[in-house]
């Protein structure tokens, strides 16, 4: 009883600051970039040991605040949903700066759920694939019960 109300009052901490930090966030996404903010964002969460947050981005400089702020909106719903449903005890990020897109690798360990089956109410992963739409980019996402979830996403620059 005790462990289930931690676990309750850990993952409602979790929400509340990254409702915080989505909220500032794009205040420090126009000021010092994609990177920056994201690293201000997966912060908090690494900090809980609940979660390890491995991330790697060989971007240098800044691109479009437009196509920042759409992946930082993709990155930042990928991360809320593995939170919240997937039982993950690992992410992986990547992003990747080619010569004409920007490229998002994301991968849980989590429990995954059956392709194209969204859970009820879940508008998450089709705003990120309008988002990615609206600038004629790509979007993959493979996953299945148990096997956890990997997306890929690009960005024509």
Known sequence: FIRGKLQQVILEAIEEVSRI?????PHV????????????????????????VNFRSDVPGRVDLSKELTIYRCVTELLTNTLKH?????ITL?????ETVLRVQ??????????GIQKEGGMGLSNIRHRVESYN???DIDTAPGKGMKAI????L
């Open 106 to 115: 994301y991968a849980d360990n989590g429990e995954g759920y059956l392709s």
């Open 94 to 98: 990547i992003l990747t700066r080619m």
């Open 21 to 25: 930090s989505h909220n500032i966030s």
């Open 137 to 139: 980019g790509f979007i």
């Open 86 to 90: 997937a039982n993950a005890t690992e």
């Open 153 to 156: 996403i690009e960005i024509p």
């Open 29 to 52: 996404l126009e000021q010092y970039g994609l990177i920056t903010a994201l690293n201000n964002y997966i912060a908090p969460l690494a900090r809980n040991n609940r979660i390890q």
